[in-house]
């Protein structure tokens, strides 16, 4: 009777080296983190102070942005026109786009470098974006305004992590506690907290205060962000990742609540969302999303019974 052979060296070498490569790769793209928060969810019920992000149902997929070529970069929501604005950063324009994703004016932008991202704030007040020179900057829109020059606006420079080519992605708005979140998107990934700018009350001195949640920021099992929202009615952060194909639900403690996948099969999905780039949500919950180069997306609740 022959005996069994024994596996040669190489090959047990070659199964440890691949499944320490398994390891690495999954730690490098969060999956493990991602796939215990899965299991949790199946066990735990669901808070019901979440929005519940995986019950959204996509309404328009990837409609085309007509008469837009360059690519598009970020998403807010503006309650008092009820419109959406979004920017390029190729050749810089701030876009106003209605609520079914057709452009309704441009506004070319000028020395604003790499404008990345822009957030309502108040009545024809909005923050952009530098990316490149990590600037935020102030913008005032009037229904006549034509062009905006970064050289006659409001401007702060944050000047955290500048070796990194990864800069400044998202921003979010909480007009209550008048908190200003930016989004480095990796490299590493942070969400910084902005107090004081804009300055939005003259008779006060200016003083700006900074900090970020690295608690929160090490939670995140997403690897890259790319935008963000917070939601007036809960309190909660919303963030967006293009490479994890995913928004993720942050409470008011920076703990994940819930997830919605962006790819193909999930939420409605005939496709999966090729680049994210912006989201933004409206007053009755609904949620609005733009992928490079010129793709319009439309998610909403059903309602509950």
Same mark, same amino acid.
């Given at each position: 009777?022959?005996?069994?052979?024994?596996?040669?060296?190489?090959?047990?070498?070659?199964?440890?080296? *691949?499944?320490?490569?398994?390891? *690495?790769?999954?730690?490098?793209?969060?999956?493990?983190?991602?796939?215990?928060?899965?299991?949790?969810?199946?066990?735990?019920?669901?808070?019901?102070?979440?929005?519940?992000?995986?019950?959204? $149902?996509?309404?328009?997929?990837?409609?085309?942005?007509?008469?837009? =070529?360059?690519?598009?970069?970020?998403?807010?929501?503006?309650?008092?026109?009820?419109?959406?604005?979004?920017?390029?950063?190729? =050749?810089?324009?701030?876009?106003?786009?209605? @609520?079914?994703?057709?452009?309704?004016?441009?506004?070319?932008?000028? +020395?604003?470098?790499? /404008?990345?991202?822009?957030?309502?704030?108040?009545?024809?007040?909005?923050?952009?974006?530098?990316?490149?020179?990590?600037?935020?900057?102030?913008?005032?829109?009037?229904?006549?305004?034509?062009?905006?020059?970064?050289?006659?606006?409001?401007?702060?420079?944050? +000047?955290?992590?500048?070796?990194?080519?990864? +800069? !400044?992605?998202?921003?979010?708005?909480?007009?209550?506690?008048?908190?200003?979140?930016?989004?480095?998107? $990796?490299?590493?990934?942070?969400?910084?907290?902005?107090?004081?700018?804009?300055?939005?009350? /003259?008779?006060?001195?200016? *003083?700006?205060?900074?900090?970020?949640?690295?608690?929160?920021?090490?939670?995140?099992?997403?690897?890259?962000?790319?935008?963000?929202?917070?939601?007036?009615?809960? +309190?909660?952060?919303?963030?967006?990742?293009?490479?994890?194909?995913?928004?993720?639900?942050?409470?008011?403690?920076?703990?994940? @609540?819930?997830?919605?996948?962006?790819?193909?099969?999930?939420?409605?999905?005939?496709?999966?969302? /090729?680049?994210?780039?912006?989201?933004?949500?409206?007053?009755?919950?609904?949620?609005?999303?733009?992928?490079?180069?010129?793709? !319009?997306?439309? !998610?909403?609740?059903?309602?509950?019974?």
């Amino acid at each position: 009777m022959r005996r069994l052979a024994r596996p040669k060296p190489f090959i047990l070498i070659l199964t440890v080296i *691949a499944l320490i490569a398994l390891v *690495a790769v999954g730690q490098y793209m969060r999956l493990f983190e991602r796939a215990w928060f899965n299991l949790h969810t199946l066990w735990q019920p669901l808070s019901s102070e979440s929005i519940g992000l995986d019950q959204y $149902r996509v309404e328009i997929e990837a409609r085309v942005i007509d008469g837009l =070529n360059d690519d598009v970069s970020a998403l807010t929501f503006d309650p008092v026109r009820k419109s959406l604005f979004t920017v390029t950063n190729k =050749n810089s324009e701030l876009i106003e786009l209605s @609520l079914d994703g057709q452009i309704i004016r441009r506004i070319a932008l000028v +020395g604003f470098g790499d /404008p990345e991202a822009v957030e309502f704030i108040s009545a024809d007040t909005y923050v952009i974006t530098d990316e490149r020179e990590q600037r935020l900057i102030k913008i005032h829109l009037e229904k006549d305004t034509t062009f905006l020059d970064a050289a006659d606006a409001e401007q702060m420079t944050l +000047g955290v992590h500048m070796s990194s080519n990864k +800069g !400044f992605e998202g921003l979010a708005y909480d007009s209550v506690g008048k908190r200003l979140f930016v989004a480095k998107e $990796r490299d590493p990934m942070l969400i910084y907290e902005v107090q004081g700018f804009p300055h939005y009350n /003259p008779e006060k001195s200016y *003083a700006v205060h900074v900090v970020n949640n690295p608690k929160r920021d090490a939670g995140m099992f997403v690897r890259d962000l790319s935008s963000l929202q917070y939601d007036e009615r809960s +309190g909660h952060l919303l963030a967006l990742s293009d490479e994890s194909r995913l928004i993720l639900e942050l409470d008011v403690d920076g703990r994940p @609540l819930s997830t919605m996948s962006l790819s193909k099969g999930r939420q409605g999905l005939q496709k999966t969302v /090729p680049q994210a780039e912006g989201i933004a949500m409206d007053d009755d919950g609904t949620m609005y999303l733009v992928s490079e180069p010129n793709l !319009f997306y439309v !998610f909403k609740k059903p309602p509950q019974p």
